[in-house]
């Protein structure tokens, strides 16, 4: 599968973004699609994930502020932020998850600015 991930950009802080995840088949049975960030010389960290029942978890930090979803009519997965901090600038990553095989597949980053 590949993933296209697009709706990085610059914005203030406090503004908003929302990233999409298009996936080049459906991802109806793709079992987990995640974003992850990666700031300049940090690792890349998880941001949130979805299963595909639907289930959601977030990392600590935008917890609150930023709301995964998932469109398998569309395949897509989305990535809504908002009250953006300066800290949330990295490039953000979306993947895929087949299980019980763990194969997994990255889309290209799309950077995110947040201006103070």
């Known amino acids: 599968v590949q993933l296209q991930a697009s709706g990085g950009g610059l914005v203030q802080a406090g503004g908003y973004l929302r990233l999409s995840c298009a996936a080049s088949?459906?991802?109806?049975?793709?079992?987990?699609m995640g974003w992850y960030r990666q700031a300049p010389g940090k690792q890349r960290e998880l941001v949130a994930g979805?299963?595909?029942?639907?289930?959601?978890n977030y990392a600590d930090g935008v917890k609150g502020r930023f709301t995964i979803s998932r469109d398998n009519a569309k395949n897509t997965v989305y990535l809504q932020m908002n009250s953006l901090k300066p800290e949330d600038t990295a490039v953000y990553y979306c993947?895929?998850?087949?299980?019980?095989?763990?194969?997994?597949?990255w889309g290209q980053g799309t950077h995110v600015t947040v201006s103070s």
């Open positions: 993947n895929a998850v087949f299980l019980p095989e763990g194969h997994v597949y």
């Open positions: 979805i299963t595909s029942s639907g289930r959601t």
């Open positions: 088949r459906s991802i109806f049975s793709i079992n987990v």
